[in-house]
């Protein structure tokens, strides 16, 4: 009997460790919380809004599951929604960076109209 009991004992007590409760995820969730501020003030919601949408979503379910104690699967979205939130905050950049470059070539191009006009042959005297 001594032989089966030592094993159950040690299973049991295995099996409760698995299922205790882990420590909540608080750097987690304000992490995710600081870059959902970071993608809000890069102008995601403008331009990356599905990103910026989604780590919004995951860090509400986040927060739903910490506030259910499920702690694993509140850290798990808590790092999703970081990592939306810097993809977020790449493709605002990303979308910044291409409007300065079309100004930029709508302004080249009206100079080099300007140059044209300047330089043709009706306008030297």
Known sequence: MRKLYVPAVALALLALQGCSPTKPPTDLLDAASRSLGSARSAGAA????????????????????????????????????????????????????REAVDRLKQENSALDRDLTE??????QP
């Open 46 to 97: 403008e331009y990356a809004s599905t990103e910026y949408r989604s780590a919004g979503r995951r860090y509400d379910q986040a927060q739903a599951a910490e506030a259910r104690e499920e702690y694993d699967e509140a850290a798990r979205l808590a790092r999703e929604s970081s990592a939306d939130s810097e993809l977020a905050i790449a493709k605002a950049r990303l979308a910044k960076a």
């Open 118 to 123: 300047h330089a043709s042959p009706e306008a």
